[in-house]
Every structure is written in C-alpha cells, then in structure tokens.
C-alpha cells in the first residue's frame, strides 16, 4: 500500500475523532445512540466518497481504499466511546451524598503532589476504602501545606476530610472543574484536614527532578531558580510563584512554562552533535535513551510525545540514512498517540502541539522568503513565532477568548534567551544528577538571562491593552477558519489571495461579537458570595454593581467579561460602606470611565482607578446605562436599587443587618415599590416584603433566603443554577442545568 493510502486512512482516523465535536463532545453527554449514528455515518460516508471523490481526483485510490476509510472512521468513534471514563458501581462519588461531615479516605496517591493558588497542596488518590468501606475510584485531594509537604506518587496514606462534588462551571467562562475532573476519570473531591502515611516513600522519577529542581534552586534563589527548572522540566513538575506563571501567561509565553517540542528539539540538537563522530547505530541508542529519560522527568504529555516520536523518527532515519518526510512523520506521531489515546484529540496541549509543528513546517518558509530582504538569522528569528501564531491563535481565541496582544514580538525578543536558558538549563540539570554543587554553579551563570527575561515579560504585561478580551468564539467559526488556512496551504491559485482570506478570517469571528455586542440588553446576576456581582449590558454600553473580592474577580467576573469580550465598562458601581477588594484588579484589568461609590468612603483603600472619574452614589439617583435601561438609587443603608427595563422593572436589595449607617432597618424605613422582579441579598427573606413588593420572579444567592415561596413566583438562586441571565425578549436562564452525573462524564 502507497503513501497515499495510508495518508488516507490516517486523516480518516483523526477526522472521525473530530467530528465528534457535532455531538457536543466533550463539553456534554452523548447517548450511545448518538455515538453509533455517527460511527454509521462515516461508514456511509466512506461508501459515498468511494463514488465520487475518482470522479474529482483523477490519482484517487479505488473504492475498497475509500470504504477501508470509512470504516476506520467507524472505529474510532467507537474507540473513542470506549474510552471515555465511566464511573464504576462502586465508585466514591456515588457515597458522597450519603456521607455527612468528617469522611476516612484510604488509598495510593497518583501523581506528583504540587501547590494549589491557596498554596495548598493537591494530588490524585486512588481510594480504596472510606470509613472502612471498600470503594474505588480516584479523588481530587487537596490538603494543607503542613500536612501535604513530604508526599509522593505511589504512596499510600489515609486522610481525614470532606468528601464534595465537582461543580460545573456556574457561569460563561468559568473554569468547568467537573469536566475538567471528568476527564481524568475523577468523579469526587476531598478536602483534607489531617494526613497519615502508611508506607515509605517509594523511589521514583519524582527523586531526580527534585535533585535538579534543589540544584537550581540553591544559588539561583526563588522565582529565579524555580523559572529555570520549569523552562527546563515544565511547570507540572516546578511549583512556579503564580506572579511568574501569570505574567508569562498573559505575555503569550505559556509555551515556555510547558515541556514541550521545542525542549525535545534542543536536547536532540545537542545529542546529535555531541554524538557526530558516531556510528548512525549508537547516536540512534544514546538519543532515544536520552528522550526516555528527559519522557521519565517531565510525565507523559501529549505535547512532549509528540515530539519525542518524531525525534525517534528523525534518529531512525538519520541511522539507516533515509531521508524523512516530516509531515509524514507529524502525521504518523499524531495517529499513534491517537491510537494508544484518543482522547487526546481533545487535550489542549495536544492540538496546540500539532498546530503549531505544522505551521512550523508550512509556513516558516514562506515568511522567510517574504523577508529575503533581512539576514538569514533575523528573518528566521521572526518567521518562526509568526508562523505558530497564525496556526495557533484562531484555537486560542475560541479557548481562552483572549489574545495576548504583544505575543509576536516578545517571543521574537526573547527567543534567543529562552534558547540560553533551556540549554544552560538541561546542562546544569545533568551536573547537577552526578554533583549538585556543580549544577548549582552552573545554574547561577543563568541568572542575569532569567532576570532579563523576567523584566521583558512584566513590562509588556504592564503596558496598556497588553491583552484583548475578543468574545466567544462558536465552533463552525472555528472550523471555517481552519479550513481557510488549509486552502491557502494546499491550493497555489487561492494562496495569491492570502490577504483577503486572511480579512475574511478576522471578519468572520469580529463581526459576529460585536454585532451582538451592539444588540444585546442583558443582565447577568452572577453567583458570587456574599453578595452577587451584576453585569448589565445595554447596547455597547456595560456596567457593573459589586466587584468581590480579588478571587472573585479572578475566577468569576473577569471570565465572564472575557467570554462577552468586553475590554471596558462605562459605569462601576459600589454601593458597599466596606471595600470591595477586587476594583483594584477591574481597574488593573479594564477601561473604567465612572466610579461610583458611598460619598462617606469614596475612592479610600483604591490606589489607582486608572483614569476613571469618581462620582458619589447618593439616594434618590438616577443613572441612565443606556438606551433601555435605568438604573436608580432608592436608598444606601440598605443598598436599594430601582432598575427600570422595557420589559419590567427590578428591585435590587442588599439587606444585610446591622447596617453601618441604619443598625435596624425595617421594611417601612426604606422606600421600595413593587417590582416584577426582586434581587434579593442578604438576611432572609421575609414575608411581607414579599406581599409588598409582589414579585413574579425571585433571584437569590441561596434558595435558603426563601424558605417558603409562592407557588405562582419563580425562584432562581445562584448557589444552586449558577449565573442567572435576562436578554430582552428571551427572559430568564439559568447556567446550570441538572444533569445525572453517570451519564456526563465531561
């Protein structure tokens, strides 16, 4: 069978795993039913293209090749089904609503025990038994410090804790940890108090990298010392300072923190020509030696065995002195970690990998001989970030829904110091294996490059616009402008036309965002504690009420922004006495043109409002967000609000007792009216004020704040069906949707 054929039935296999994307996979439950109609499918598909793809390609294959490759496709949808996680009968997480209070978790622990954001720590544990009970199942474990230093993989111990269930995600562009734990074949969490080993620590790879990682450390000091064992090891393996990881997120250098192919290339590089003089048999053995090794320290990635299967590729062909087709061996690396995993095909680190190898190969040399009119080097330097870019971005957008603005031209400066640091990095990392000291003082020639690039990433991270909220981004979007790529890569009489692919492109995810952006008349109560955040967005114009605290901000409001693409708000509004913490970071974050707050506090404990112009909040207020909605102070101690729609009218009440100004408040105290709807936050909530006010819809933050509702009102709370929104003419909806967690996996 020729290359083409194979090509043919590998293209089909990876297609087929993608097209489970029209089944909502991985972000849903599919039934079995819909698995096996679209395996049917691509058998069927395979028939129809056996007809009439000949009559279009005139090398085309026969037909028993087309049906082959439908029926690969066939198998990989159900290859695919076989391997997403289940949850077994007797799995922990079916006893966690059974179990109240404190729980006795015994079990193994699974992987590299690393540090949480409340520097906790936090590791997988194969349980085995709960208050003596023999389960199974693996459990998200997190620990304090104390109790967690000193744990390894495969160690057993017994914890003592609070068994809970994931969450989803309870808003737009929340972090969904339940799927993201679903994944992983992990169904439950525990909250440990009090840690037991049961066994000693066994050896394993995780003794040579905290070898390295404490060589590094000693003379480099914390984060330098920590940046370059991660540069080298990757950030799973090197508990980075979140500062660091942050700022090198936001500056589009993420891909420096993870072990990746561009590490495996170095350390291939330098094998080859450290092994020059050797025969093509014992290069081939010292360099896959060398990537098992480097396979062993770093943990089996997606992105990292990619790699290593085509530096396998390469070193085979360099010993039978073959030449290699490198998109065949790109396509061969993906197909064989597709086979032994195909539940890679929707591992973030996996497609990056793949997308950017390839656009490293398509495209880096057509950049190049654009700029023939720069040095070989230089040209090289630039075309090699812009060329990943292009293949990458459009998949980042449609993730993360942000675009680290200055992504090219830092990584074309710094380049070349992350080439010094990695390969600096490895050397000192093998010193340091047979004398530490010596890879220490190896590590400290580092030091003024790790510095340098810190300084680089934190200026551009502190320049105005240094990331840019794009929105939402559907999948056919997605695909239409994947499959634009692929013309202009594939078709010479479209490539001459690249410039207005490429505006097509920009249109067709802009356009779509801002049309809605511009349109829409929403209001978002989201779920945060104590008291809801409240985005209101009324044609381009976008406010917010309530800011939290930073984590708040962090996890919950600027998430939410980012999915809406909203770079800035025309009004912020505080009407607490005690300051909310998280407004130093919306300001940090976003565009802000009117504060508003308590005249009594005013701006005290905000260092910088970055330009935004202060105004007092003062009863009786009236302030226009937009065209349809109207937005007026009715009291301040309690915070009461009267927000006029064209649909209704609001009543937002913050009723938390005792007040700084009105220590007793009572509903006769304060002006209210009645309302279709009532935001409601705070001390329970009482009858009368619901027969005063007379409400057709209640929103809350605990349906604990309603303990008897009205049959004929509509009750949502935010603790239990996460982000509440109204869009003018479609209503209410809620974010989260009750689902049977055996059957959702994702």
């Known amino acids: 069978m020729n290359a083409t054929r194979w090509v043919i039935l590998c293209c089909a296999y990876g297609a087929s795993l993608l097209s489970t994307a029209i089944l909502g996979f991985p972000t849903r439950s599919v039934s079995w039913q819909q698995w096996g109609g679209l395996a049917l499918s691509w058998a069927i598909l395979g028939v129809v293209a056996g007809f009439v793809v000949p009559r279009f390609w005139r090398m085309s294959p026969r037909l028993p090749i087309w049906i082959a490759a439908g029926l690969v496709g066939a198998l990989a949808v159900s290859h695919l089904q076989l391997r997403v996680p289940q949850m077994a009968r007797n799995d922990l997480s079916l006893l966690v609503p059974q179990l109240e209070g404190l729980a006795t978790v015994r079990g193994q622990i699974l992987n590299m025990p690393t540090l949480n954001r409340k520097q906790n720590v936090r590791f997988l544990l194969a349980a085995e038994t709960v208050n003596d009970r023999a389960i199974s199942g693996k459990v998200y474990v997190t620990v304090p410090l104390l109790q967690g230093t000193g744990l390894v993989p495969r160690q057993g111990i017994t914890i003592r804790g609070i068994l809970y269930q994931p969450k989803p995600a309870a808003h737009p562009g929340a972090?969904?940890?339940?799927?993201?734990?679903?994944?992983?074949?992990?169904?439950?969490?525990?909250?440990?108090?009090?840690v037991e080993s049961l066994t000693e620590a066994p050896w394993g790879w995780w003794q040579i990298?905290?070898?390295?990682?404490?060589?590094?450390?000693?003379?480099?000091?914390?984060?330098?010392?920590?940046?370059?064992?991660?540069?080298?090891?990757?950030?799973?393996?090197?508990?980075?300072?979140?500062?660091?990881?942050?700022?090198?997120?936001?500056?589009?250098?993420?891909?420096?923190?993870?072990?990746?192919?561009?590490?495996?290339?170095l350390l291939l590089g330098v094998i080859l020509v450290l092994t020059r003089n050797l025969a093509g048999g014992t290069r081939l053995w010292i360099g896959m030696v060398a990537l098992s090794i480097y396979v062993g320290?770093?943990?089996?990635?997606?992105?990292?065995?990619?790699?290593?299967?085509?530096?396998?590729?390469?070193?085979?062909?360099?010993?039978?002195?073959?030449?290699?087709?490198?998109?065949?061996?790109?396509?061969?690396?993906?197909?064989?970690?597709?086979?032994?995993?195909?539940?890679?095909?929707?591992?973030?680190?996996?497609?990056?990998?793949?997308?950017?190898?390839?656009?490293?190969?398509?495209t880096t040399p057509r950049i190049v001989e654009k700029l023939d009119w720069l040095p070989p080097t230089?040209?090289?330097?630039?075309?090699?970030?812009?060329?990943?870019?292009?293949?990458?971005?459009?998949?980042?957008?449609?993730?993360?829904?942000?675009?680290?603005?200055?992504?090219?031209?830092?990584?074309?400066?710094?380049?070349?110091?992350?080439?010094?640091?990695?390969?600096?990095?490895?050397?000192?990392?093998?010193?340091?294996l047979i004398f530490p000291l010596a890879g220490s003082a190896i590590a400290w020639l580092l030091y003024y490059p790790a510095?340098?690039?810190?300084?680089?990433?934190?200026?551009?991270?502190h320049l105005p616009g240094h990331s840019w909220a794009v929105g939402k981004i559907e999948l056919w979007q997605l695909f239409l402008v994947y499959g634009a790529i692929f013309l202009i890569w594939q078709l010479k009489h479209v490539r001459r036309y690249w410039g207005g692919i490429l505006l097509f492109c920009i249109l067709l995810i802009i356009a779509p965002i801002y049309y809605n952006h511009l349109t829409r008349v929403q209001i978002t109560v989201l779920p945060t504690q104590p008291l809801p955040a409240i985005v209101l967005e009324d044609r381009g114009k976008v406010s917010l009420i309530n800011s939290g605290d930073e984590d708040t901000v962090r996890y919950t409001v600027l998430p939410f922004l980012r999915n809406r693409?909203?770079?800035?708000l025309h009004f912020a509004i505080d009407p607490q006495y005690d300051l909310q913490q998280g407004w130093s970071s919306i300001f940090e974050?976003?565009?802000?043109?009117?504060?508003?707050?308590?005249?009594?506090?005013?701006?005290?404990?905000?260092?910088?409002?970055?330009?935004?112009?202060?105004?007092?909040?003062?009863?009786?207020?009236?302030?226009?967000?937009?065209?349809?909605?109207?937005?007026?102070?009715?009291?301040?101690?309690?915070?009461?609000?009267?927000?006029?729609?064209?649909?209704?009218q609001w009543l937002l009440v913050d009723w938390q007792v005792p007040q700084p100004q009105n220590p007793n408040p009572t509903i006769q105290s304060v002006p209210i009216a009645q309302s279709e709807i009532l935001l409601w936050?705070?001390?329970?909530?009482?009858?009368?004020w619901l027969k005063t006010i007379q409400p057709k819809v209640v929103i809350t933050t605990s349906e604990k704040t309603v303990p008897d509702p009205q049959k004929q009102i509509q009750l949502y709370a935010t603790e239990r069906d996460g982000s509440v929104q109204w869009q003018l003419g479609k209503g209410f909806e809620a974010n989260i949707e009750t689902t049977d967690l055996n059957n959702s996996i994702l």
Request: proline share 4%.
């Open 378 to 432: 230089i040209a090289t330097l630039i075309a090699v970030p812009l060329a990943a870019s292009l293949w990458t971005l459009p998949l980042l957008l449609y993730v993360f829904n942000t675009v680290a603005t200055y992504s090219i031209p830092i990584n074309i400066l710094t380049t070349p110091l992350i080439s010094a640091i990695s390969l600096g990095g490895m050397v000192s990392a093998l010193v340091a």
């Open 589 to 648: 974050d976003l565009s802000v043109k009117t504060f508003f707050a308590i005249p009594e506090r005013e701006k005290s404990g905000i260092k910088d409002t970055k330009g935004a112009k202060y105004q007092p909040l003062k009863a009786g207020q009236t302030i226009k967000l937009g065209s349809a909605l109207t937005l007026k102070v009715m009291h301040t101690s309690p915070s009461v609000f009267q927000l006029k729609t064209q649909e209704g």
């Open 681 to 688: 936050s705070g001390e329970t909530l009482k009858p009368e």
């Open 209 to 265: 990298r905290s070898r390295i990682i404490r060589a590094q450390v000693r003379w480099l000091g914390s984060p330098t010392g920590q940046l370059v064992s991660s540069i080298v090891l990757g950030r799973r393996a090197v508990d980075l300072p979140d500062d660091i990881r942050e700022a090198f997120i936001q500056a589009g250098l993420a891909h420096v923190l993870a072990a990746s192919g561009f590490h495996v290339s």
């Open 175 to 194: 972090f969904d940890f339940q799927g993201f734990l679903a994944r992983q074949g992990v169904f439950s969490g525990l909250k440990g108090y009090s």
């Open 297 to 362: 320290l770093t943990g089996v990635q997606a992105s990292v065995m990619r790699a290593v299967i085509m530096g396998c590729g390469a070193l085979v062909g360099l010993a039978t002195e073959r030449k290699v087709k490198p998109l065949g061996l790109l396509l061969l690396a993906a197909t064989l970690l597709l086979l032994c995993n195909p539940l890679w095909i929707w591992d973030l680190g996996f497609q990056l990998s793949f997308l950017a190898t390839l656009g490293l190969m398509v």
């Open 565 to 568: 693409g909203i770079n800035s």
């Open 451 to 461: 510095q340098i690039l810190i300084a680089i990433v934190q200026f551009f991270t």
